[in-house]
DNA sequence: ACTCTAATCGGAGTCAATTCCGTTTACAAG
DNA sequence: CTTGTAAACGGAATTGACTCCGATTAGAGT
């Protein structure tokens, strides 16, 4: 009904205090011969393939192995994000600006944004399909809450006024992967179309200017 | 794929010009009969207890036909919001402002956004099950497309400048069921605070002012 | 009333997610 | 090396969405 918290569930969570269990070695083997069949199986026959089932079989465990390592098969796609998705949170944590520090937090915003959709860009099937749990399934994610808590934290350091939580997920929700999936497409708009209306939306919102350099596109 | 096309799809939609083949009685009766099953087993057991098979029985008619009439499981659920669904598109349409025609377009654009957060408030479940069809389900369903043409016509009006259809797309991602439902059950927020932080954003992109008087909240 | 045809039916069948639980195994302690 | 136990395993079983197709039947035409 949450978030999994199963075994090295925390990957893609901010580091916790007392250290996990340590994974077992045959789970550890497992895990990675899960995630290269998968990987495979994505690349050779589409996100829709990952079947929980099919998975397994290509991975020469059983069932019950995929789900105790990923709890379902959102879970999956979560940890087919991982590595992508920890690059992306070091790079907004401590990378360099404009998406890290040293940038103004209203620049650093747009950045962060931009380069959640072109994410989305690379990888738009496996973050719809990761977004599928269930309706609010994303909203639990470690994934959403480090990046709600950033987005917090640099609405309110560039003046955001009231309610920066409430703006957190409102700009989340404008990059949510089946938003834009529709955007780009079923209605055809280019990226930078879709960069070009949330830096709309943007500059309505945040008081300092928001044009100008960013990280490279639009 | 896309949204259910089956025997009276339209219902929710605009009026189309050519008649549709006309619902032979069987097929009425049974789509009565479904309904009810289904409303009362959502009255009793919570929307995720409406299953195919569940409701095929209650209402003593095979899967198949359940299948027929509805398309899928949030084409039902879509069927069970659809009267409440015409009475929205008929105010918004035709009825009394601020909703319906004769205020400012910007308040009309609030007040709908009001309404249909009112909506979420009474049947989130329900939305939220039909929401699920598909990540890009929602976008595709007549009652989306409604909307959406609608707040494109309002945002135009509203001299809302630029890309009004990216930002029709962005305001309904703000009131999509599954946002409501992590912000007033997970988040704890009021429906006043959902509210407030909605006409923060849209202060922000509409040129008017946005304040005073509305339909009968905050 | 009879006939024809298309719309409808029903429900067994298929497919994939998720759960369960008895069995096996890694590995830390003795 | 032996043992004890928590963790991991596998895969049958369950569940529910959705498909298929032969059997029925409403209702227009005659």
Redesign the pocket.
């Known amino acids: 009904m949450t978030a999994w918290d199963?075994?090295l569930a925390g990957h893609t969570t901010l580091p916790v205090v007392g250290q996990a269990?340590?994974?077992?070695?045959?789970?550890?083997?497992?895990?990675r011969a899960l995630l290269a069949a998968a990987h495979v199986l994505m690349v050779q026959c589409g996100v829709q393939?990952?079947?929980?089932?099919?998975?397994?079989a290509e991975a020469?465990?059983?069932?019950?192995?995929?789900?105790?390592?990923f709890?379902?098969?959102?879970?999956?796609a979560y940890a087919l994000l991982d590595e992508e998705e920890r690059d992306f949170q070091e790079a907004f944590l401590c990378g360099p600006p404009p998406l890290g520090p040293g940038a103004p937090a209203a620049a650093r915003i747009r950045a962060f944004l931009h380069t959640y959709l072109d994410r989305l860009e690379s990888e738009a099937e496996l973050h719809a399909l990761a977004e599928t749990?269930s309706p609010t399934a994303r909203h639990g994610s470690g994934a959403y809450r480090t990046a709600r808590t950033h987005l917090v934290t640099l609405l309110t350091q560039a003046g955001a006024g009231a309610d920066g939580a409430y703006l957190a997920d409102a700009l989340l929700a404008l990059v949510s992967a089946g938003l834009f999936l529709h955007q780009r497409r079923e209605l055809g708009y280019t990226a930078d179309r879709v960069k070009a209306g949330l830096d709309r939306l943007l500059a309505g919102v945040l008081p300092e200017a928001v044009g100008a350099r960013d990280h490279g596109d639009s």
Not at 60 to 69: D, E, L
């Open positions: 199963g075994p269990p340590a994974e077992r070695a045959d789970a550890a083997r497992n895990r393939a990952l079947s929980m089932d099919r998975v397994a020469g465990v059983g069932v019950g192995t995929v789900y105790r390592r709890g379902d098969r959102a879970g999956l749990r």
